[in-house]
């Protein structure tokens, strides 16, 4: 079955340093990942979409890599700030709007 | 400001006793979904209204039903509530149907069942 998997242990950075998120994808192909944040209590909110054939997106200080070889997506924020402590999911559509969250990492900017 | 709004924030009933959550939207959207998120765990999609065509999940269980009596109202009927329902639920919206649209959710309804 199709699964998409992320590191469900927190993830603690020091402010100004760039933090980097997995997302893994098995037994599939998704054509789009997106990444969404959600902040304790609330509901996730769109961060940015990647398509299969786009290796690199930015959005300010932040950057989504798609590999299919690897079958993987990396989320980055750079210059991290303790206001990007929250939690983040990849979100995946495939060709029959199968709609799949990851489980998120969640991420501590320490100040 | 266009927005999805779900009401109440936090809703407590009792095991057994028919409970319903209301999302509303200004945005117009097409499509307008239900997911249940457990502490810790990734939103799952119950199901979506794509306009008037309702889409249920092969695994959502027959406790949960909705209803879209128009563009911008959903609701969530859960008819008999157990403990392990407890849960946010989060309504979520999307202009069309399509791989590439993003979702457009709203704050959540926190269930607890006692």
């Known amino acids: 079955s199709q699964k998409i998997e992320q590191n469900s242990e927190a993830l603690n950075i020091q402010e100004g340093k760039t933090a980097t998120l997995t997302c893994n994808y098995t037994?599939?192909?998704?054509?789009?990942l997106q990444w969404y944040r959600q902040d304790p209590g609330r509901g996730p909110v769109f961060l940015l979409l990647?398509?299969?054939?786009?290796k690199e997106k930015r959005k300010e200080r932040l950057k989504v890599t798609f590999d299919t070889t690897l079958k993987q997506s990396l989320f980055h924020i750079t210059a991290s700030q303790p206001a990007d402590s929250a939690t983040y999911l990849c979100h995946h559509t495939s060709g029959t709007y199968k709609y799949i969250f990851g489980t998120g990492t969640r991420l501590k900017v320490l100040a | 400001d266009a927005m999805v709004i779900q009401n109440p924030r936090y809703q407590v009933t009792q095991f057994g006793k028919p409970v319903t959550l209301s999302c509303s939207q200004t945005l117009n959207h097409n499509v307008m979904y239900w997911y249940q998120q457990k502490s810790s765990q990734a939103p799952k999609l119950l199901f979506h209204y794509y306009d008037k065509d309702f889409n249920n999940e092969a695994d959502t269980p027959d406790n949960f039903q909705s209803r879209r009596p128009n563009t911008s109202f959903c609701f969530l009927d859960i008819r008999s509530p157990g403990l392990g329902d407890a849960a946010m639920y989060l309504c979520a919206t999307s202009p069309r149907l399509g791989n590439h649209e993003k979702l457009f959710f709203g704050s959540g309804t926190q269930l607890s069942v006692l």
């Open positions: 037994n599939y192909s998704p054509a789009y």
């Open positions: 990647i398509r299969e054939n786009e």
